[in-house]
């Protein structure tokens, strides 16, 4: 009779056979349920619904947002993770990552940023120049701005404690949780529904959509897709992890050195608009630069282990 070995004893999870696209749909119902609904909730709360009051109780709303996120968006994806019988090594990329497309990913989020700045300013420009549609947009802008003074409120920091403390809610806490669930979970099952331009693409949209910003989205689209990219090219979540901790530590230290005005949209007129124009573009140049170069060593890679073998 063979020995009782229970490590070798599989059992299968109830959302093991789930197809992929389903079950990212089910991630983020959950998700939108158990984050936004139930952190809206508890916010209410303990805050209130008044957004009036947020700046007298400004660190206990920051603290309310990091503990949200840890425990009402990365517990459920780990939940799920788990129900789906995913390895999780496999499933979140949570291993050593290529070093030199690890570093161009560095450089590619910091030489993104102007362009990213020039393309709002520009958005904005020309949607609130179209008179058909100033009404709708005008309520939708100003729900956004609403939206924008708070998160004005929790990045400001006064003194260095409060904007470490800032940094670890706004830049790295996003940079973990938001990564295992987008670069993570969704990128994995995309991958096993479509190519992987697709699944790349698709995720990043996911992730623009996830952060209900409207007046943001084509940047958090272009921000999402690179994170998707590196990520992906890498072969690491860590990557993105990096590239999404400096996408946020950078807002939040301007913040801290130029004031609030570091964030607001800025006012130019004649050279220095064509200036700062000009310098959106040089960003956006040098960014495609990089995403060439990131595939460039990744197939260069593929070749050497053709070879190799």
Do not use: W
Not at 245 to 257: D, E, G, T, W
């Amino acid at each position: 009779m063979e020995n009782f070995e229970p490590d070798k004893i599989f059992i299968k999870r109830p959302l093991a056979k789930m197809n992929p696209i389903a079950f990212v749909l089910l991630t983020l119902v959950v998700i939108f349920i158990t984050y936004q609904i139930f952190g809206a909730i508890l916010t209410v709360l303990i805050v209130g619904a008044d957004l009036k009051a947020i700046p007298e109780k400004i660190n206990t709303t920051r603290v309310i947002l990091a503990f949200s996120q840890y425990a009402f968006l990365l517990f459920p994806v780990f939940i799920l993770n788990y129900l789906r019988d995913n390895d999780v090594k496999k499933s979140f990329r949570i291993q050593k990552p290529v070093l030199s497309i690890f570093f161009l990913a560095i450089v590619g989020i910091i030489i993104v940023q102007p362009f990213l700045q020039v393309f709002l300013f520009l958005q904005n420009k020309i949607i609130f120049s179209i008179p058909f549609a100033g009404g709708i947009l005008q309520k939708l802008k100003e729900l956004s701005d609403s939206f924008e003074q708070t998160t004005v409120l929790l990045v400001t920091a006064h003194n260095v404690p409060e904007f470490i403390f800032i940094v670890f809610v706004i830049a790295l806490t996003p940079a973990i949780c938001e990564e295992f669930l987008f670069r993570g979970m969704i990128l994995k099952n995309m991958e096993k529904a479509t190519k992987a331009l697709n699944a790349i693409l698709m995720t990043g949209i996911l992730f623009a959509v996830f952060h209900f910003n409207p007046f943001n989205l084509i940047p958090l689209v272009v921000l999402g897709y690179y994170l998707t990219f590196v990520t992906y090219y890498s072969g690491s979540i860590f990557t993105s992890m990096i590239c999404h901790f400096l996408n946020n530590f950078i807002s939040a230290l301007s913040v801290f050195i130029f004031g609030k005005e570091s964030i607001s949209e800025p006012s130019f007129s004649g050279l220095e608009l064509v200036n700062f124009i000009f310098l959106g573009v040089i960003s956006l140049a040098f960014f495609i630069i990089v995403l060439l170069a990131i595939k460039k060593i990744n197939l260069s890679n593929i070749t050497t282990e053709t070879q190799n073998v």
